[in-house]
Protein backbone atom coordinates (compact mmCIF):
# COMPACT_ATOMS: atom_id res chain seq x y z
CA UNK A 1 0.00 0.00 0.00
CA UNK A 2 2.39 2.57 1.09
CA UNK A 3 5.04 1.63 -1.93
CA UNK A 4 2.65 2.46 -3.76
CA UNK A 5 1.04 5.85 -2.54
CA UNK A 6 4.90 6.87 -2.73
CA UNK A 7 5.20 5.78 -6.36
CA UNK A 8 2.10 7.78 -7.37
CA UNK A 9 2.75 10.49 -5.86
CA UNK A 10 6.15 10.61 -7.30
CA UNK A 11 4.71 10.01 -10.74
CA UNK A 12 2.48 12.61 -10.39
CA UNK A 13 4.74 15.00 -9.04
CA UNK A 14 7.11 14.37 -11.84
CA UNK A 15 4.55 14.67 -14.67
CA UNK A 16 2.92 18.12 -13.50
CA UNK A 17 6.88 19.67 -14.10
CA UNK A 18 8.11 18.14 -16.70
CA UNK A 19 6.65 20.13 -19.53
CA UNK A 20 6.64 23.57 -18.39
CA UNK A 21 9.77 24.65 -19.75
CA UNK A 22 9.19 28.03 -21.25
CA UNK A 23 12.07 29.96 -21.76
CA UNK A 24 9.94 33.08 -22.20
CA UNK A 25 8.45 33.31 -19.00
CA UNK A 26 9.70 35.99 -17.14
CA UNK A 27 10.59 35.89 -13.44
CA UNK A 28 10.00 38.26 -10.96
CA UNK A 29 12.16 38.74 -7.48
CA UNK A 30 11.55 41.59 -5.11
CA UNK A 31 11.34 42.40 -1.74
CA UNK A 32 9.47 41.16 1.40
CA UNK A 33 6.72 44.08 2.01
CA UNK A 34 8.67 45.14 5.53
CA UNK A 35 11.21 46.69 3.15
CA UNK A 36 11.41 50.54 2.18
CA UNK A 37 12.48 49.50 -1.31
CA UNK A 38 9.19 47.42 -1.40
CA UNK A 39 7.07 50.79 -0.83
CA UNK A 40 9.30 52.92 -2.88
CA UNK A 41 8.94 50.47 -5.70
CA UNK A 42 5.37 50.30 -5.31
CA UNK A 43 5.21 53.95 -5.47
CA UNK A 44 7.45 55.34 -7.30
CA UNK A 45 7.21 52.44 -10.26
CA UNK A 46 3.75 50.66 -10.10
CA UNK A 47 1.83 54.11 -8.70
CA UNK A 48 0.44 52.26 -5.81
CA UNK A 49 -0.91 49.15 -7.61
CA UNK A 50 -0.38 46.03 -6.22
CA UNK A 51 2.34 43.81 -6.94
CA UNK A 52 1.46 40.47 -9.20
CA UNK A 53 0.97 37.67 -7.07
CA UNK A 54 3.61 35.99 -8.78
CA UNK A 55 6.86 38.35 -8.21
CA UNK A 56 8.74 36.08 -5.34
CA UNK A 57 9.80 37.90 -2.61
CA UNK A 58 12.98 37.37 -0.53
CA UNK A 59 14.07 38.89 2.69
CA UNK A 60 17.43 41.32 1.45
CA UNK A 61 18.32 42.51 -1.37
CA UNK A 62 21.51 40.16 -1.21
CA UNK A 63 19.06 37.25 -1.70
CA UNK A 64 17.50 38.96 -4.39
CA UNK A 65 20.54 39.68 -6.31
CA UNK A 66 21.63 35.77 -5.22
CA UNK A 67 18.10 34.61 -6.69
CA UNK A 68 18.67 36.73 -10.46
CA UNK A 69 22.26 35.92 -10.41
CA UNK A 70 21.55 31.83 -10.78
CA UNK A 71 17.64 32.56 -12.79
CA UNK A 72 18.60 33.35 -16.47
CA UNK A 73 15.08 34.20 -17.03
CA UNK A 74 14.71 36.65 -13.99
CA UNK A 75 15.01 40.31 -12.99
CA UNK A 76 15.08 42.05 -9.98
CA UNK A 77 15.28 45.60 -8.19
CA UNK A 78 17.23 46.50 -4.89
CA UNK A 79 19.66 49.19 -3.40
CA UNK A 80 22.82 49.59 -5.76
CA UNK A 81 25.14 49.17 -2.70
CA UNK A 82 24.65 45.40 -3.13
CA UNK A 83 24.91 44.59 -6.88
CA UNK A 84 27.26 42.44 -7.75
CA UNK A 85 27.24 39.31 -9.97
CA UNK A 86 24.84 40.39 -11.76
CA UNK A 87 24.21 43.07 -14.97
CA UNK A 88 22.14 46.36 -13.96
CA UNK A 89 20.10 47.31 -16.52
CA UNK A 90 19.90 51.52 -17.92
CA UNK A 91 16.45 52.17 -17.00
CA UNK A 92 14.75 55.18 -19.00
CA UNK A 93 11.89 57.50 -17.88
CA UNK A 94 9.82 56.81 -20.97
CA UNK A 95 9.77 55.48 -24.25
CA UNK A 96 11.52 58.97 -25.31
CA UNK A 97 13.93 60.11 -22.44
CA UNK A 98 17.65 58.40 -22.80
CA UNK A 99 18.61 55.54 -20.79
CA UNK A 100 20.76 56.35 -17.54
CA UNK A 101 22.77 54.03 -16.41
CA UNK A 102 22.83 53.67 -12.42
CA UNK A 103 26.06 56.06 -11.50
CA UNK A 104 27.20 58.19 -9.00
CA UNK A 105 26.71 61.37 -11.16
CA UNK A 106 23.38 60.35 -12.18
CA UNK A 107 21.91 59.80 -8.85
CA UNK A 108 23.42 62.18 -7.59
CA UNK A 109 22.41 64.71 -10.27
CA UNK A 110 18.46 63.44 -10.05
CA UNK A 111 18.96 62.30 -13.93
CA UNK A 112 18.22 58.34 -13.25
CA UNK A 113 14.65 58.01 -12.70
CA UNK A 114 14.33 55.91 -9.68
CA UNK A 115 16.86 57.32 -7.08
CA UNK A 116 16.12 58.47 -3.64
CA UNK A 117 17.22 59.85 -0.20
CA UNK A 118 17.96 57.28 2.63
CA UNK A 119 16.94 58.96 5.85
CA UNK A 120 17.77 59.18 9.52
CA UNK A 121 14.56 59.68 11.53
CA UNK A 122 14.24 60.63 15.11
CA UNK A 123 11.46 61.74 17.24
CA UNK A 124 12.64 65.39 18.35
CA UNK A 125 15.85 67.24 17.60
CA UNK A 126 18.28 65.25 18.22
CA UNK A 127 20.43 65.91 21.52
CA UNK A 128 23.69 64.88 23.04
CA UNK A 129 25.76 61.83 21.78
CA UNK A 130 22.69 61.15 19.35
CA UNK A 131 23.13 64.36 17.48
CA UNK A 132 26.86 64.33 17.24
CA UNK A 133 27.05 61.05 15.82
CA UNK A 134 24.61 62.27 13.08
CA UNK A 135 26.60 65.77 12.91
CA UNK A 136 29.62 63.07 12.21
CA UNK A 137 27.77 61.35 9.83
CA UNK A 138 26.64 64.49 7.52
CA UNK A 139 30.64 65.54 7.49
CA UNK A 140 32.71 65.00 4.32
CA UNK A 141 33.88 61.94 6.55
CA UNK A 142 30.83 60.29 6.84
CA UNK A 143 29.76 60.52 3.75
CA UNK A 144 32.84 59.11 2.33
CA UNK A 145 31.96 56.30 4.16
CA UNK A 146 28.70 55.74 2.33
CA UNK A 147 30.61 56.19 -1.19
CA UNK A 148 32.92 53.22 0.31
CA UNK A 149 29.72 51.06 0.50
CA UNK A 150 28.55 51.65 -2.64
CA UNK A 151 25.87 54.87 -1.64
CA UNK A 152 25.87 57.95 -3.13
CA UNK A 153 26.95 60.78 -0.59
CA UNK A 154 24.76 63.68 -0.22
CA UNK A 155 25.94 67.01 -2.09
CA UNK A 156 26.96 69.38 -0.46
CA UNK A 157 24.31 72.10 -0.21
CA UNK A 158 22.01 69.16 1.01
CA UNK A 159 23.88 68.28 4.25
CA UNK A 160 24.38 70.23 7.51
CA UNK A 161 20.56 70.24 9.47
CA UNK A 162 22.77 69.15 12.17
CA UNK A 163 25.55 71.23 13.40
CA UNK A 164 27.52 69.52 16.47
CA UNK A 165 26.97 70.72 19.61
CA UNK A 166 30.47 70.77 20.93
CA UNK A 167 31.67 69.15 24.29
CA UNK A 168 28.44 68.43 25.51
CA UNK A 169 27.92 64.82 24.64
CA UNK A 170 26.58 63.02 26.80
CA UNK A 171 28.31 59.21 27.21
CA UNK A 172 25.62 57.04 26.18
CA UNK A 173 25.02 53.82 23.84
CA UNK A 174 23.49 54.68 20.79
CA UNK A 175 20.94 52.55 18.85
CA UNK A 176 19.97 52.58 15.37
CA UNK A 177 17.81 50.26 13.75
CA UNK A 178 15.93 49.86 10.31
CA UNK A 179 16.17 49.68 6.66
CA UNK A 180 17.89 46.25 5.55
CA UNK A 181 19.00 48.60 3.00
CA UNK A 182 21.42 50.95 4.81
CA UNK A 183 22.32 47.80 7.78
CA UNK A 184 25.72 47.96 6.01
CA UNK A 185 26.39 51.66 5.93
CA UNK A 186 24.84 52.24 9.01
CA UNK A 187 27.55 49.31 10.24
CA UNK A 188 30.38 51.29 8.97
CA UNK A 189 29.33 54.84 9.81
CA UNK A 190 29.10 53.52 13.47
CA UNK A 191 32.44 51.69 13.21
CA UNK A 192 34.36 54.56 11.64
CA UNK A 193 32.64 56.57 14.39
CA UNK A 194 33.31 54.08 17.54
CA UNK A 195 37.18 54.26 15.99
CA UNK A 196 37.36 57.79 15.89
CA UNK A 197 35.30 58.70 19.02
CA UNK A 198 36.98 56.94 22.00
CA UNK A 199 34.33 55.31 24.12
CA UNK A 200 31.29 56.22 21.99
CA UNK A 201 28.92 52.78 21.64
CA UNK A 202 27.18 52.84 18.37
CA UNK A 203 24.79 49.75 17.96
CA UNK A 204 22.92 48.83 14.38
CA UNK A 205 20.28 46.65 13.60
CA UNK A 206 18.26 45.89 10.28
CA UNK A 207 14.97 44.70 10.07
CA UNK A 208 13.41 46.40 7.56
CA UNK A 209 12.57 50.33 7.53
CA UNK A 210 8.90 49.49 8.98
CA UNK A 211 10.58 48.04 11.63
CA UNK A 212 12.87 50.49 12.42
CA UNK A 213 9.41 53.10 12.27
CA UNK A 214 7.88 50.94 14.78
CA UNK A 215 10.90 50.63 16.89
CA UNK A 216 11.27 54.51 16.88
CA UNK A 217 7.02 54.77 17.79
CA UNK A 218 7.43 52.54 20.52
CA UNK A 219 10.61 54.46 21.90
CA UNK A 220 13.04 51.57 20.95
CA UNK A 221 15.38 53.42 19.03
CA UNK A 222 17.10 56.19 19.15
CA UNK A 223 17.65 56.91 15.87
CA UNK A 224 15.55 55.08 12.58
CA UNK A 225 16.89 54.53 9.95
CA UNK A 226 14.34 54.05 6.75
CA UNK A 227 14.39 54.07 2.92
CA UNK A 228 11.00 55.76 2.76
CA UNK A 229 9.88 58.82 4.22
CA UNK A 230 7.42 58.41 7.01
CA UNK A 231 3.94 58.61 5.88
CA UNK A 232 1.25 60.67 7.42
CA UNK A 233 -0.13 57.91 9.81
CA UNK A 234 3.29 57.10 11.34
CA UNK A 235 4.10 60.64 12.02
CA UNK A 236 0.49 61.31 13.56
CA UNK A 237 1.56 58.19 15.79
CA UNK A 238 4.74 59.54 17.10
CA UNK A 239 2.82 63.05 17.50
CA UNK A 240 0.23 61.56 19.61
CA UNK A 241 2.56 59.11 21.78
CA UNK A 242 5.46 61.88 22.03
CA UNK A 243 4.27 65.49 21.83
CA UNK A 244 6.44 65.94 19.01
CA UNK A 245 7.08 65.77 15.07
CA UNK A 246 9.36 62.93 14.13
CA UNK A 247 12.75 64.92 12.77
CA UNK A 248 13.63 63.73 9.32
CA UNK A 249 17.37 64.26 8.51
CA UNK A 250 18.21 62.85 4.73
CA UNK A 251 21.83 61.20 4.90
CA UNK A 252 22.48 59.83 2.09
CA UNK A 253 21.05 59.08 -1.61
CA UNK A 254 20.09 55.38 -3.37
CA UNK A 255 19.67 54.51 -6.67
CA UNK A 256 17.14 51.38 -6.93
CA UNK A 257 18.80 49.13 -9.31
CA UNK A 258 17.11 46.77 -11.91
CA UNK A 259 19.12 44.31 -12.33
CA UNK A 260 18.93 41.19 -15.10
CA UNK A 261 20.81 38.05 -14.93
CA UNK A 262 24.33 38.33 -16.51
CA UNK A 263 23.43 36.47 -20.03
CA UNK A 264 20.40 38.55 -20.63
CA UNK A 265 20.51 40.45 -23.45
CA UNK A 266 17.79 42.97 -22.44
CA UNK A 267 19.60 46.72 -23.32
CA UNK A 268 17.27 49.13 -21.00
CA UNK A 269 13.68 49.22 -19.95
CA UNK A 270 10.82 51.82 -19.32
CA UNK A 271 9.46 52.88 -16.08
CA UNK A 272 5.95 51.94 -17.75
CA UNK A 273 7.61 48.25 -18.42
CA UNK A 274 8.51 47.91 -15.13
CA UNK A 275 5.32 48.72 -14.06
CA UNK A 276 3.68 46.22 -16.38
CA UNK A 277 6.05 43.70 -15.23
CA UNK A 278 5.58 43.85 -11.72
CA UNK A 279 1.56 44.11 -11.76
CA UNK A 280 1.37 40.96 -14.04
CA UNK A 281 0.74 42.92 -17.34
CA UNK A 282 3.92 41.78 -19.40
CA UNK A 283 4.75 37.89 -18.73
CA UNK A 284 7.20 36.85 -20.96
CA UNK A 285 10.21 38.26 -22.16
CA UNK A 286 9.40 38.40 -25.70
CA UNK A 287 6.77 40.99 -24.68
CA UNK A 288 9.15 43.18 -23.72
CA UNK A 289 11.49 42.50 -26.25
CA UNK A 290 8.80 43.91 -28.61
CA UNK A 291 8.12 47.14 -26.67
CA UNK A 292 11.58 47.59 -25.22
CA UNK A 293 13.31 46.71 -29.22
CA UNK B 1 25.46 -5.82 58.66
CA UNK B 2 27.23 -2.12 58.52
CA UNK B 3 25.93 -1.57 54.63
CA UNK B 4 22.52 -2.83 55.36
CA UNK B 5 22.57 -0.43 58.55
CA UNK B 6 23.57 2.55 56.01
CA UNK B 7 21.34 1.84 53.55
CA UNK B 8 18.47 2.00 56.09
CA UNK B 9 19.29 5.08 57.52
CA UNK B 10 19.54 6.46 53.80
CA UNK B 11 15.72 5.38 53.44
CA UNK B 12 14.64 7.18 57.04
CA UNK B 13 15.25 11.41 58.26
CA UNK B 14 16.92 13.59 56.41
CA UNK B 15 16.51 11.92 52.62
CA UNK B 16 13.05 12.14 52.93
CA UNK B 17 13.29 16.37 53.09
CA UNK B 18 15.19 15.79 49.80
CA UNK B 19 12.80 13.91 47.89
CA UNK B 20 10.16 15.90 48.84
CA UNK B 21 12.17 18.56 47.49
CA UNK B 22 13.18 16.91 44.51
CA UNK B 23 9.63 16.17 43.93
CA UNK B 24 8.66 19.83 44.17
CA UNK B 25 11.33 20.46 41.85
CA UNK B 26 9.96 17.83 39.18
CA UNK B 27 6.38 18.67 39.65
CA UNK B 28 6.81 22.48 39.27
CA UNK B 29 9.17 22.00 36.28
CA UNK B 30 5.99 20.19 34.39
CA UNK B 31 3.78 22.96 35.77
CA UNK B 32 5.82 25.52 34.21
CA UNK B 33 6.45 24.06 30.78
CA UNK B 34 2.41 23.80 30.57
CA UNK B 35 2.01 27.19 31.77
CA UNK B 36 4.10 28.56 29.35
CA UNK B 37 2.34 26.70 26.52
CA UNK B 38 -0.95 27.56 28.01
CA UNK B 39 0.24 31.49 27.94
CA UNK B 40 2.20 31.74 25.16
CA UNK B 41 -1.15 30.63 23.46
CA UNK B 42 -3.29 32.83 25.35
CA UNK B 43 -1.28 35.64 24.47
CA UNK B 44 -1.26 34.48 20.66
CA UNK B 45 -5.30 34.48 20.98
CA UNK B 46 -5.43 37.52 22.27
CA UNK B 47 -3.68 39.76 20.06
CA UNK B 48 -5.71 37.57 17.64
CA UNK B 49 -9.54 38.16 19.23
CA UNK B 50 -9.92 42.04 17.98
CA UNK B 51 -9.43 40.42 14.38
CA UNK B 52 -13.80 39.16 15.52
CA UNK B 53 -14.17 41.54 17.43
CA UNK B 54 -13.08 44.83 16.25
CA UNK B 55 -15.12 47.60 14.49
CA UNK B 56 -12.04 49.20 13.48
CA UNK B 57 -10.53 45.91 12.55
CA UNK B 58 -13.37 45.30 10.66
CA UNK B 59 -13.47 48.47 8.59
CA UNK B 60 -10.53 46.48 6.57
CA UNK B 61 -10.73 43.09 7.19
CA UNK B 62 -12.95 40.22 8.66
CA UNK B 63 -12.56 36.61 8.86
CA UNK B 64 -15.42 36.06 5.86
CA UNK B 65 -13.37 38.68 3.63
CA UNK B 66 -10.01 36.64 4.11
CA UNK B 67 -11.99 32.82 2.78
CA UNK B 68 -14.21 34.45 0.30
CA UNK B 69 -12.64 35.51 -2.89
CA UNK B 70 -11.57 39.40 -3.15
CA UNK B 71 -13.37 42.13 -5.08
CA UNK B 72 -11.23 41.47 -8.46
CA UNK B 73 -12.66 37.45 -7.97
CA UNK B 74 -9.58 35.64 -7.25
CA UNK B 75 -7.76 35.56 -4.09
CA UNK B 76 -4.84 37.81 -3.01
CA UNK B 77 -1.91 38.18 0.27
CA UNK B 78 -1.33 41.99 -0.37
CA UNK B 79 -1.06 43.28 3.35
CA UNK B 80 0.61 46.39 1.95
CA UNK B 81 -1.64 48.05 -0.49
CA UNK B 82 -3.90 51.29 -0.95
CA UNK B 83 -6.62 49.02 -0.37
CA UNK B 84 -4.82 45.77 2.19
CA UNK B 85 -6.32 42.33 0.83
CA UNK B 86 -5.72 39.15 3.56
CA UNK B 87 -6.90 36.20 1.43
CA UNK B 88 -5.99 33.05 3.33
CA UNK B 89 -6.34 30.25 0.73
CA UNK B 90 -3.56 30.96 -0.74
CA UNK B 91 -1.17 30.16 2.18
CA UNK B 92 -3.43 27.49 3.08
CA UNK B 93 -2.17 25.52 -0.31
CA UNK B 94 0.77 26.66 -0.16
CA UNK B 95 2.01 25.46 3.73
CA UNK B 96 0.01 22.47 2.67
CA UNK B 97 1.89 21.92 -0.62
CA UNK B 98 5.17 22.34 0.94
CA UNK B 99 4.51 19.88 3.80
CA UNK B 100 3.05 17.45 1.18
CA UNK B 101 5.93 17.80 -0.97
CA UNK B 102 8.38 16.99 2.34
CA UNK B 103 6.50 14.24 3.79
CA UNK B 104 6.47 12.17 0.67
CA UNK B 105 10.44 12.66 0.71
CA UNK B 106 10.66 12.48 4.50
CA UNK B 107 8.66 9.65 5.67
CA UNK B 108 9.60 6.93 3.22
CA UNK B 109 12.98 7.52 3.76
CA UNK B 110 12.93 8.28 7.38
CA UNK B 111 10.96 4.92 8.32
CA UNK B 112 13.24 2.78 5.72
CA UNK B 113 16.28 4.22 7.29
CA UNK B 114 14.74 3.59 10.85
CA UNK B 115 13.68 -0.11 9.78
CA UNK B 116 17.45 -1.03 8.75
CA UNK B 117 18.65 0.69 11.96
CA UNK B 118 16.94 -1.42 14.35
CA UNK B 119 16.89 -4.65 12.00
CA UNK B 120 19.08 -4.89 9.90
CA UNK B 121 22.55 -2.69 10.94
CA UNK B 122 25.47 -4.59 11.87
CA UNK B 123 25.67 -3.46 16.17
CA UNK B 124 28.66 -1.04 15.61
CA UNK B 125 27.75 0.49 12.48
CA UNK B 126 23.97 0.90 14.11
CA UNK B 127 25.94 2.64 16.98
CA UNK B 128 27.12 5.15 14.33
CA UNK B 129 24.40 5.81 12.11
CA UNK B 130 22.00 6.44 15.37
CA UNK B 131 23.59 9.82 15.96
CA UNK B 132 25.21 11.13 12.70
CA UNK B 133 20.95 11.01 11.77
CA UNK B 134 20.34 13.00 14.79
CA UNK B 135 22.85 15.75 14.39
CA UNK B 136 21.17 16.72 11.23
CA UNK B 137 18.09 17.21 13.65
CA UNK B 138 20.59 19.86 15.43
CA UNK B 139 21.50 21.83 12.14
CA UNK B 140 19.95 25.04 12.60
CA UNK B 141 17.03 25.42 9.99
CA UNK B 142 18.48 28.90 8.62
CA UNK B 143 21.49 26.51 6.95
CA UNK B 144 19.53 24.08 5.58
CA UNK B 145 17.60 26.87 3.70
CA UNK B 146 20.43 28.42 2.53
CA UNK B 147 21.72 24.93 1.07
CA UNK B 148 18.14 24.92 -0.55
CA UNK B 149 18.43 28.54 -1.86
CA UNK B 150 21.57 28.00 -3.16
CA UNK B 151 22.04 24.30 -4.19
CA UNK B 152 19.47 22.37 -4.22
CA UNK B 153 17.05 25.09 -6.13
CA UNK B 154 19.32 24.66 -8.64
CA UNK B 155 19.82 20.97 -8.92
CA UNK B 156 15.87 21.10 -8.84
CA UNK B 157 15.40 23.48 -11.18
CA UNK B 158 18.32 21.53 -13.87
CA UNK B 159 16.75 18.19 -13.24
CA UNK B 160 13.02 19.02 -13.70
CA UNK B 161 13.43 22.20 -16.35
CA UNK B 162 11.40 24.64 -14.10
CA UNK B 163 10.30 27.94 -14.51
CA UNK B 164 10.65 28.97 -11.12
CA UNK B 165 14.00 28.23 -9.24
CA UNK B 166 12.50 28.49 -5.59
CA UNK B 167 9.24 26.27 -5.85
CA UNK B 168 7.24 23.80 -3.53
CA UNK B 169 9.86 20.97 -4.23
CA UNK B 170 12.69 22.42 -3.45
CA UNK B 171 11.56 24.03 -0.20
CA UNK B 172 10.24 20.75 0.42
CA UNK B 173 13.26 19.06 -0.32
CA UNK B 174 14.75 21.42 2.09
CA UNK B 175 11.95 20.92 4.77
CA UNK B 176 12.03 16.95 4.63
CA UNK B 177 16.09 17.41 6.06
CA UNK B 178 14.49 18.81 9.06
CA UNK B 179 12.13 16.65 9.11
CA UNK B 180 13.64 13.57 8.47
CA UNK B 181 15.63 13.45 11.87
CA UNK B 182 12.79 13.30 13.67
CA UNK B 183 10.66 10.83 12.30
CA UNK B 184 13.62 8.62 12.08
CA UNK B 185 14.45 9.36 15.77
CA UNK B 186 10.90 8.08 16.74
CA UNK B 187 10.47 5.57 14.85
CA UNK B 188 13.60 3.96 15.25
CA UNK B 189 12.57 3.80 19.27
CA UNK B 190 9.35 2.51 18.09
CA UNK B 191 10.91 -0.52 16.11
CA UNK B 192 13.90 -0.92 18.63
CA UNK B 193 11.24 -1.41 21.47
CA UNK B 194 9.36 -4.23 19.85
CA UNK B 195 10.26 -7.32 21.93
CA UNK B 196 12.75 -9.91 20.77
CA UNK B 197 10.46 -12.35 20.97
CA UNK B 198 8.61 -11.09 18.27
CA UNK B 199 11.38 -11.64 15.47
CA UNK B 200 12.23 -14.82 17.64
CA UNK B 201 9.13 -16.69 16.82
CA UNK B 202 8.75 -15.48 13.56
CA UNK B 203 12.10 -16.31 12.35
CA UNK B 204 10.92 -19.70 13.94
CA UNK B 205 8.32 -20.12 11.55
CA UNK B 206 10.30 -19.64 8.81
CA UNK B 207 9.66 -16.06 7.87
CA UNK B 208 13.31 -14.39 6.03
CA UNK B 209 14.89 -11.32 7.79
CA UNK B 210 12.66 -8.75 5.90
CA UNK B 211 9.32 -10.73 5.88
CA UNK B 212 10.00 -10.51 9.90
CA UNK B 213 10.92 -6.94 9.56
CA UNK B 214 8.08 -5.65 6.99
CA UNK B 215 5.07 -7.89 8.36
CA UNK B 216 5.99 -8.79 11.85
CA UNK B 217 8.13 -5.85 13.74
CA UNK B 218 6.90 -2.78 11.31
CA UNK B 219 2.83 -3.47 11.99
CA UNK B 220 4.02 -4.36 15.83
CA UNK B 221 5.80 -1.08 16.17
CA UNK B 222 2.98 1.28 13.75
CA UNK B 223 1.91 3.61 16.68
CA UNK B 224 4.87 4.85 17.43
CA UNK B 225 5.55 4.91 13.60
CA UNK B 226 2.38 6.74 12.81
CA UNK B 227 3.11 9.31 15.87
CA UNK B 228 6.67 9.53 14.28
CA UNK B 229 4.85 10.82 10.97
CA UNK B 230 2.72 13.12 12.74
CA UNK B 231 5.59 14.97 14.70
CA UNK B 232 7.22 14.97 11.26
CA UNK B 233 3.85 17.09 9.58
CA UNK B 234 3.79 19.31 12.75
CA UNK B 235 7.21 19.95 12.33
CA UNK B 236 6.73 20.49 8.10
CA UNK B 237 3.98 22.96 8.54
CA UNK B 238 5.23 25.06 11.47
CA UNK B 239 9.16 25.38 9.85
CA UNK B 240 9.58 28.43 9.26
CA UNK B 241 13.30 29.63 7.60
CA UNK B 242 13.77 27.01 5.08
CA UNK B 243 10.72 27.65 3.54
CA UNK B 244 11.12 31.07 3.56
CA UNK B 245 14.42 31.38 2.57
CA UNK B 246 13.64 28.60 -0.36
CA UNK B 247 10.02 28.92 -1.37
CA UNK B 248 10.08 32.83 -3.07
CA UNK B 249 7.40 33.54 -0.89
CA UNK B 250 4.63 34.67 -3.80
CA UNK B 251 1.56 33.82 -2.42
CA UNK B 252 -0.28 32.33 -5.39
CA UNK B 253 -2.90 29.95 -5.59
CA UNK B 254 -1.75 27.12 -7.26
CA UNK B 255 -1.85 23.62 -6.35
CA UNK B 256 1.55 23.02 -8.81
CA UNK B 257 4.26 21.61 -6.67
CA UNK B 258 6.68 23.24 -9.82
CA UNK B 259 5.41 26.62 -8.42
CA UNK B 260 6.16 29.39 -6.20
CA UNK B 261 4.30 29.23 -2.76
CA UNK B 262 3.95 31.15 0.70
CA UNK B 263 3.62 29.60 3.98
CA UNK B 264 1.73 30.69 7.01
CA UNK B 265 5.16 30.56 9.19
CA UNK B 266 7.18 32.46 6.57
CA UNK B 267 4.59 35.30 6.49
CA UNK B 268 4.41 35.32 10.09
CA UNK B 269 8.03 35.74 9.74
CA UNK B 270 8.14 38.11 6.96
CA UNK B 271 5.32 40.45 8.24
CA UNK B 272 5.84 40.71 12.09
CA UNK B 273 8.67 42.29 12.32
CA UNK B 274 7.24 45.73 10.37
CA UNK B 275 3.58 46.00 11.34
CA UNK B 276 2.25 49.06 13.36
CA UNK B 277 1.26 47.76 17.12
CA UNK B 278 -2.16 47.09 16.86
CA UNK B 279 -2.87 47.82 12.98
CA UNK B 280 -5.46 45.50 11.44
CA UNK B 281 -2.67 43.76 9.66
CA UNK B 282 -0.83 43.03 13.11
CA UNK B 283 -3.70 41.35 14.37
CA UNK B 284 -4.08 39.50 11.14
CA UNK B 285 -0.78 38.05 11.66
CA UNK B 286 -1.79 37.03 15.68
CA UNK B 287 -4.57 35.39 14.20
CA UNK B 288 -2.16 33.13 11.28
CA UNK B 289 -0.13 32.24 14.41
CA UNK B 290 -3.08 30.97 16.35
CA UNK B 291 -4.88 29.27 13.66
CA UNK B 292 -1.80 27.30 13.02
CA UNK B 293 -1.14 26.66 16.77
CA UNK B 294 -5.13 25.03 16.62
CA UNK B 295 -4.18 23.55 13.90
CA UNK B 296 -1.07 21.54 15.04
CA UNK B 297 -2.98 21.15 18.35
CA UNK B 298 -6.00 19.01 16.74
CA UNK B 299 -3.59 17.41 14.41
CA UNK B 300 -1.89 15.92 17.70
CA UNK B 301 -4.81 15.50 19.39
CA UNK B 302 -6.50 13.33 16.68
CA UNK B 303 -3.29 11.59 16.11
CA UNK B 304 -2.97 10.42 19.89
CA UNK B 305 -6.58 8.68 19.72
CA UNK B 306 -5.28 7.07 16.80
CA UNK B 307 -2.19 5.61 18.56
CA UNK B 308 -4.32 5.07 21.14
CA UNK B 309 -6.70 2.88 18.65
CA UNK B 310 -3.82 1.51 16.95
CA UNK B 311 -2.01 0.03 20.31
CA UNK B 312 -5.40 -1.07 21.57
CA UNK B 313 -6.20 -3.22 18.20
CA UNK B 314 -2.47 -4.56 18.62
CA UNK B 315 -3.06 -5.39 22.24
CA UNK B 316 -6.20 -7.61 21.25
CA UNK B 317 -8.35 -5.14 23.07
CA UNK B 318 -10.23 -3.96 19.91
CA UNK B 319 -11.72 -5.62 17.01
Known amino acids: MKPFVVTLALVLLLSGCGSKTDEGTIILYGRENNSGTYMYFKEHVLAKADFAPNVQTLPGTAAVINAVSRDRRSIGYGGIGYVKGVRTVPVKKDDQSPAVEPTLQNVVNGSYPISRDLYFYTVQEPQGAVREFIAWVLTNEGQEVSEKVGYYPLPADRRGQVKSSEGQAAKKTITVKGSDTMVILGQRWAEHYMAKIPGAVVQVTGGGSGTGIAALINGATDICESSRRLDSKERAQIKAKFGKEPVEIPVAMDGVAVFVHASNPLKTITLPELQALYTGHIKSWRELGSTAR | ?319
Open chain 2, 1 to 319: MDQRQDELLLLKGRPRLIETLLETAVRSSAVIVIAALVLIFVFVAKEAIPLLTSADVHNEVTVWTMVRPQESGDFSWQPVSEKPKYSLPPLIVGTLKVSIVALLIAIPLAILAAIYTSEFAPQQFRELLKPVVELLAGMPSVVIGFFALMVVATWVQDAFGLIFRLNAITAGIGLSLAVIPIVYTVAEDALSAVPQAFRDGSTALGANPWQTAWRVVLPAAMPGVFAACVLGFGRAIGETMIVLMASGNAAMMSFDPAESFRSFSATIAAELGEVVYGSPHYHVLFFLGAFLFVVTFLLNLAAHWYVARLRARLEGKLK
